[in-house]
């Protein structure tokens, strides 16, 4: 995460808590977003909905498109270049990929 | 977060952590709890460990606050079994792997309930507790964890606390380390591994590398004996060969295929397969099976009493209206603090879904990560992924979906740290 996110970040902790409070939207029973059980698989390291305080890069918010290339990427990988990132990136179809993508890119960060 | 909740937090004192937190919260960065989704139901948790903290903490994340949450759990606070192999070598304490439940009551409004879970009657929709109490439910998710078999020789208190397992992290754990640190120079240590399947494959590996690692350096000539049922190292092969014929070479001494027939606590004999051996310390880990909430009340219906279940719902074979998941159920995934935080996930997503009426989740997938320290300084690690696959009902090992690290290295140590704060938050924060 760069500089300016993370200083924008702490700068809207209070505002956004009062968003947080009033912000709850009307919704009837209706069918999870699309992505978001797949995405979970992300919040081990990545945090909740991809927001880590301590854990490895935050990717809320971060273009679909970025987070779809950067997986495809990471897939290709072999050998010494294997860190666990490229590791866990093996297993999930191009379709799944591009909906947990989609699913994270319209978090907050 | 509520409004109630917010002022709570701030009227505690200030501490650097406590301020942390609370920003945290205030971005909602953790998720807050949603109040209209529609969706109605009362669950009862059973088991706040790594899939019970989960479960309960992402039912109301998404089911939101018509989906009331009880969690049951006999101890005051959770201890990682994750990372405990350090506090055999000195490098964490019990308490820094303490994990307590006011943030899941506090931040996602679960009633927290301390108690011993008794019996289930899943005709009746209810659980009792040892105090009396009965909790009536819709939907009940049990996450016990294990039980341990008894090897003989070891049926008394006493015996058991002579030769430990400290496969559940607490006071045998202090117990296994105060017996490694009151050894002599060229000591014995045996370990014994039961035949898969045992809660995380690795680690019985990963514990001998740390234990070689202590008594190279303070107890010199020492020799590390591993007893290991299985035909073969189960997990992450490649590093763990290395790490005992290389990195660890002349303290630990591998010997797979070796069957345990009884130890003797007061002489420190081990009768074995392979013939009669002494130790000065004897960690043998016992066979697993289900949580014995499980057993009494006849939901361990697989071989090796463990729980069966359908992996899209994480529904008991026997028991409609029961989820189990965690080490107690029997899956093709392996017993894992990571994967049990995901099992969760699936099992919450799912029940939210029926008590709305709607179906599970087709294709779900899961994954597992572990990180094996093998001396003070470098680590391991181990990743796997699993899909749902309809033609045999199971989670299937996707192509290429089971990766050991390329070598041992420091970063993988230090990255282990961040991986496992990350992953308690997601599962107790
Ligand atoms: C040395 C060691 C190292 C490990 N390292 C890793 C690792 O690196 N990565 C990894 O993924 N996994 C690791 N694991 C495995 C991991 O700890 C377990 O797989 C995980 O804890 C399983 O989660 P669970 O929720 O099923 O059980 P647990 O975490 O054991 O939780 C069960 C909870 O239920 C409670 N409970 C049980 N019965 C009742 C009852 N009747 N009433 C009330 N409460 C009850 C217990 O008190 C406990 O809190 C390790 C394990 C060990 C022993």
Redesign the interface.
């Known amino acids: 995460m760069s500089k300016t996110r993370l200083w924008v970040?702490?700068l809207?902790?209070?505002a956004?808590?009062l968003?947080?409070?009033s912000a709850?939207?009307?919704?009837?029973?209706s069918?999870?977003p699309a992505g978001?059980?797949?995405a979970?698989?992300c919040?081990?390291?990545?945090?909740?909905?991809g927001?880590?305080?301590?854990?490895?890069e935050i990717l809320a918010g971060e273009s679909a498109s970025e987070i779809y290339n950067e997986l495809r990427e990471m897939r290709q990988k072999t050998?010494?270049?294997?860190g666990?990132m490229e590791?866990?990136s093996?297993?999930?179809t191009d379709a799944?990929l591009k909906l947990i993508a989609t699913y994270l890119s319209k978090q907050?960060p | 977060m509520n409004r109630r909740d917010f002022f709570r937090f701030t009227g505690f004192g200030a501490s650097a952590a406590l301020l942390s937190r609370l920003a945290d919260a205030a971005t909602g960065q953790l998720g807050f709890v949603p109040t209209n989704t529609g969706i109605k139901g009362r669950v009862v948790v059973i088991g706040g460990g790594m899939a019970g903290a989960t479960v309960a903490k992402y039912l109301r994340l998404w089911g939101g606050s018509g989906v009331t949450v009880t969690l049951v759990e006999r101890d005051a606070a959770y201890t990682s079994n994750i990372l405990s192999n350090l506090v055999l070598n000195g490098q964490r304490t019990l308490t820094s792997l303490q994990f307590g439940y006011s943030t899941l009551a506090s931040r996602y409004g679960i009633k927290v309930v301390r108690g011993e879970a008794k019996a289930i009657d899943h005709v009746g929709h209810k659980v009792l507790l040892a105090d009396g109490t009965s909790l009536p439910y819709d939907r009940l998710v049990v996450a016990p964890g294990i039980e341990f078999n008894v090897i003989p020789g070891l049926e008394t208190a006493a015996a058991q606390a002579k030769v430990p397992h400290a496969w559940k992290a607490g006071a045998q754990t202090t117990t296994l380390k105060n017996q490694i640190a009151a050894m002599p120079s060229g000591g014995t240590f045996v370990m014994t591994i039961p035949a898969k399947p045992y809660r995380c494959p690795p680690g019985p590996y990963e514990r001998a590398c740390v234990v070689a690692d202590w008594l190279k350096r303070y107890r010199p000539g020492s020799k590390v004996i591993v007893l290991d049922a299985n035909s073969g190292i189960l997990a992450e092969p490649e590093n763990f060969s290395h790490a005992f014929d290389v990195i660890h070479q002349g303290v630990i001494d591998y010997h797979p295929g070796v069957t345990i027939n009884s130890i003797n606590a007061s002489t420190m004999t081990l009768n074995t397969s392979m013939g009669a051996l002494r130790a000065n310390v004897i960690n043998a880990i016992p066979s697993q099976r289900a949580g014995s909430i499980l057993t009494a009340s006849g939901l361990a219906n697989a071989p090796g009493q463990w729980a069966d279940v359908n992996v899209l719902t994480y529904q008991s074979t026997v028991a409609p209206g029961v989820h189990i998941i965690g080490d107690s159920s029997a899956t093709t995934q392996p017993k894992a603090g990571h994967i049990a935080n995901q099992e969760a996930k699936i099992c919450a997503d799912a029940i939210v879904r029926l008590l709305a009426g709607l179906s599970p989740d087709p294709a779900p997938v899961t994954n597992s990560a572990c990180y094996s320290p093998i001396t003070s300084q470098t680590a391991s690690w181990l990743s796997s992924r699993f899909a749902y696959d309809p033609a045999t009902a199971k989670m299937a090992l996707v192509a290429g979906g089971l990766v050991e690290a390329p070598s041992i290295s420091k970063d993988n140590y230090e990255e282990m740290f961040k991986w496992f704060n990350t992953l308690m938050e997601d599962s107790f924060a």
Not at chain 1, 51 to 56: E, T, V, Y
């Open positions: 970040r702490a809207s902790a209070t956004l808590s968003a947080a409070v709850q939207a009307q919704t009837t029973v069918a999870p978001r059980l797949l979970s698989n919040f081990q390291c990545h945090g909740y909905n927001r880590s305080s301590k854990g490895f050998g010494s270049d294997v666990i590791a866990h093996h297993g999930y799944q907050t």
